[in-house]
């Protein structure tokens, strides 16, 4: 697990809020005192918050370990390599999954690649989860790209045919012709790297250069500006895959939440949870239950893949799909957020005790692991 940089009350997304005795026969005080002192303020805040509240992180795990009897261990990524480094034997009974659970770029990829190492290192017992190859895949980000737009060629059903064009600068730019494009980053999260651009001298495009433009590791690219992504926002579906003998390796996919976020007028992030009753369904030409059927859609294409255990084996668990829509009503994936990168907005958009979401997440995660 990757440390974040603030205090968790400066996480408002990633904190929920945990008064006293809600999460009795679960988190005990006693418990929670204990990740407190184990864990630091980046992840428990007890005493020193207005408002008490765990990391959406440890409340996962939390579950996994209180609700389905499963040991649970927190290490850093270098206090998990240097435990690596003593290579304590395991029964031969035992298995472990060694979980990069991290919900920003924190840890550089020099230390993604060292921690890997340690895991291979300790044999068969240990099991990574996700794989080296989806995080590096997930952060590049182009490729997710290529593959959405990939899926949306080969839709049959109209509706799910269109996709925002992307630069990528890999020949003269697709987009010369727009006035204002959106210029994005990989390695990036919550929309740091994003920015409305006429020109940039980031972009591959805009350059000889005979690949992509890269500061340092990072690369730029820019796609088509969607007005109704600025205006109207975007949704965020949580998706989440549970036990069903019939369904695709034994697991069915399920939208558990929707919600819309927007900026506004300074330029903050509002969170909002959606029904298919909202007024919101007014204000675009698409309706709740197109967008129930393009998610899915996605998701099942993705899981369909030859290449879904190595790029995209955490969506056996679950996702996040940011979905934008169109002027003329098409939606569009403009992200496919690993769940355990995604901020769930619990506090913010989910009725008390705000941890639905990480019930449902911790009963897939336990369930994928037999």
Sequence with gaps: MAKPIQE??????LAIP?????????LGDECLQDLEQRLGNGFVALSNSKSPSLHQAVLVMEFVRAIHGRKVTYKSIDEFREMCQKKVPLPASRSVVAFLYQTTYTATSAQIHAYFDSV????????PYPHR?????????????????????SAQNRRFSYRPITCFGNSPCELSEEVITIQKRSTSCASRHVKQVKKSHLLRCSSDKSRLRSEGSEVYFHQK??????????????????????ALRGR????EHIVRTRWSEDKSCVATNVTPT?????????????LHKYVLYVVSCLRQRTDWAKHYESLEVGVRLDVGVSET????????????????????????????????YATALHSYFP
């Design 8 to 13: 968790i009350w400066e996480l408002p997304d």
């Design 18 to 26: 945990v008064p006293k005795g809600r999460l009795e026969g679960i």
């Design 120 to 127: 291979e290192y300790l044999g068969a017992q240990f099991r």
């Design 133 to 153: 190859t989806e995080i590096i895949w997930d952060a590049r980000k182009v490729p997710d790209i290529e593959v959405l737009d990939e899926i949306a060629r």
């Design 225 to 246: 500006y969607e007005p109704l992504l600025m205006t109207f926002g975007e949704f965020r579906v949580f998706v989440v895959c549970f036990e069903r003998a019939c």
């Design 252 to 255: 069915e996919p399920s939208i």
């Design 278 to 290: 909202d007024a919101l369904w007014q204000e675009i030409p698409a309706s709740p239950k197109e």
């Design 329 to 360: 009503g098409l939606f569009f994936v403009n992200e496919i957020t690993r769940w355990y990168s995604a901020d769930f907005f619990s506090s913010t958009t989910l009725e008390a005790p705000h941890t639905q979401l990480c019930d449902k």
